[in-house]
Every structure is written in structure tokens, then in C-alpha cells.
């Protein structure tokens, strides 16, 4: 009789375990359904990782020390392995790191950038959650001792004399990053404020003096419907 006793209540602590991952997979389903930020099963949006740019950095090579942007930290920490090291990751960080970060990214950083010696930067060019164009862009674009050398999924600088084989490429393929990271975050259910309105600077960088006038109008649109609901 107790080892009947045992196996109820096993048998109705499997069915509750089963009962709750159940109900978990329908949370999930539910999300995904609700929010098309990502593609279903992964869990992630490539095109807004630095996939092809983790892979320049590795084969040019470009020279560390290696400044790269905190949301990328994690993607990039495992797709180095360790080679070069990541500047700041989601696992290791401290609030001066992070004001580091803050300035380079911000356009201001260029003690930090002394003091740490960097060499190479991969840098997210819209902030995730605003759609804003992240300052730092426009810096190293036009800082005299920095050249773009990879915009195809990042923003990937170098700092001169330029590494051998390493040449630089046109500015205009940075804002063409940006108007491709723009409209996958127009894709989200809740799309960012700002992400016309950088797409309006991209194009006005670009020469389309049409499409930047047209750009802004999504922006006014989604901020309209958020006042109303409001």
C-alpha cells in the first residue's frame, strides 16, 4: 500500500510538471504570436547581430584592443571565443565600464578611447529601443585618425595607420546599414519613435532629399497613435 501511495503521487507530479511546460509553450506561442520582433523557434533577429562583421574583424585581422557596443557583447564574446576579447559584455561590467561605453558611443569618448588604446570598434548604429541614431556614427565617420572598413550587418572602424590588406570603404555604406537596421525595427509590434527620423538623416547623408522628407511621416504616425491611445 505505500509504494502504491508513492507511485500516485509520482504519477500526478509528472502530470503537474507536464501541465506547467504545457502552459509555458502556449505562453510562448502566444508572444510570438503577438510580437514579430523575432523569427519564431530562435528567439533572435540576425539581421540585427554582427555576424558577417565578427567574421571581418577575425579573418582581416584588425587589431585589438577591441571597442565594441554592449548589446553586442554577448554575441560577439561567443562568436571570438575569447580572440580578441570583447570590451563589455551582458556578464561582466561595472559602472565605470559602462560610462566608458556611454562616452565613446555618445561621440564624447575619445580620453577613453586614449587611455584604453583601441584599435578596432564594431559599433551598433541605431539604438535598439528609441530607433535613435547612436552619436558615435557621425564621430568616427568623420574623425580624421578613424576609417569605416566594414558596413554590411555593423559599423566596423579602424584606427590609422589602417593593418595590412585593410582598406577603407565608403561612408555612404554606413548609412546604407542604417536604413536596413531602421526598417527591421519598423518590422516590431511596437515600432521605436525614432527610427523614421533616423531613416530621414540616412537619406539626406545619401543625396535622396525626397525620401527624407517622406520618412518622417511614419514616425508622426506611430507617435499620433500612441498619443491617442493614451
Known amino acids: 500500500a505505500p509504494a502504491r501511495r508513492r507511485d500516485v503521487r509520482a504519477e500526478r507530479a509528472e502530470r503537474a510538471i507536464a501541465g506547467v511546460a504545457a502552459l509555458v509553450v502556449l505562453a510562448l506561442l502566444a508572444l510570438e504570436v503577438r510580437d514579430r520582433d523575432y523569427p519564431f523557434g530562435a528567439g533572435v533577429d540576425f539581421r540585427l547581430l554582427p555576424r558577417e562583421a565578427a567574421g571581418f574583424v577575425r579573418s582581416a585581422p584588425l587589431e585589438p584592443p577591441v571597442f565594441n557596443s554592449w548589446d553586442w557583447g554577448g554575441y560577439l564574446a561567443w562568436a571570438w571565443n575569447g580572440e580578441p576579447r570583447t570590451f563589455l559584455d551582458g556578464r561582466l561590467w561595472d559602472s565605470r565600464s559602462l560610462d566608458e561605453h556611454d562616452a565613446v558611443i555618445g561621440g564624447g569618448g575619445e580620453a ?65 546599414v542604417i536604413l536596413r537596421h531602421a526598417a527591421v525595427l519598423k518590422e516590431q509590434s511596437d515600432p521605436p519613435l525614432h527610427a ?35
Open 196 to 230: 523614421d527620423y533616423s531613416r530621414a538623416v540616412a537619406y539626406l547623408q545619401l543625396g535622396d532629399a525626397r525620401a527624407a522628407r517622406v520618412a518622417p511621416a511614419g514616425g508622426r504616425a506611430v507617435l499620433g497613435d500612441r498619443k491617442s491611445v493614451v
Open 112 to 176: 577613453v578611447i586614449e587611455r584604453w588604446g583601441f584599435r578596432t570598434v564594431v559599433l551598433q548604429p541605431l539604438f535598439r529601443n528609441s530607433g535613435r541614431l547612436v552619436p558615435g556614427v557621425t564621430w568616427f565617420l568623420t574623425h580624421p585618425g578613424w576609417r569605416l572598413v566594414h558596413a554590411r550587418d555593423a559599423l566596423v572602424f579602424a584606427r590609422l595607420p589602417l593593418p595590412g590588406g585593410v582598406t577603407a570603404v565608403p561612408a555612404a555604406d554606413a548609412w546604407q
